[in-house]
């Protein structure tokens, strides 16, 4: 193996992390669904597949450096969604956490002179800062806008694309 097992295993746990996020923005997904908000809905189904391939993108690197993967269970989704600023608000903290998780994985590869792992990590690193971002953003939108007025949020992600 390539890389240590305390990386090894902070990149497994990071696979199920983020099959964890698409399955939450899954969830948030159908719930502007239901509310007939197609492009809020779009907004998350697309998050959803980003944090899949953010997974296989764990796998791979995994794979290409000999460690075994190993998932773990992959908690329930949180269903009580409510409102669009809560979904919002629940995207940008985990996007923070992973944020956190991300940079724990870093500061092992540079204490472990992995630097491999660092070029690697380095990606997620950057992409966070997008999420944060992006997430931050949304937030914002959807507060000027309040929840009476989500078609206006509709249109602003029409405008976005």
Do not use: C
């Not at 809020?40 to 959803?48: E, V």
């Not at 950057?126 to 997430?135: A, G, L």
């Amino acid at each position: 193996m390539q890389i240590s097992k305390a990386t090894a295993d902070l990149m497994n746990a990071q696979v199920g992390n983020e099959l964890g996020a698409s399955n939450q923005y899954l969830q948030i997904a159908s719930y502007f669904d239901g509310e007939s908000l197609s492009r809020l809905a779009k907004f998350f189904y697309d998050q959803a597949e980003e944090e899949r391939e953010h997974a296989m993108k764990f796998v791979h690197y995994l794979m290409d450096v000999g460690a075994e993967l190993s998932i773990a269970a992959i908690p329930a989704t949180k269903t009580d969604i409510g409102t669009a600023e809560k979904a919002f608000e629940m995207s940008l903290a985990w996007e923070q956490e992973v944020t956190s998780q991300i940079n724990a994985m870093m500061d092992l590869a540079i204490q472990e002179k992995d630097y491999a792992s660092q070029a690697f990590l380095q990606w997620f690193v950057t992409e966070q800062v997008e999420e944060v971002s992006t997430m931050e953003s949304m937030l914002q939108v959807v507060r000027k806008a309040g929840e009476k007025n989500l078609l206006m949020v509709e249109a602003y992600l029409t405008h976005r694309e």
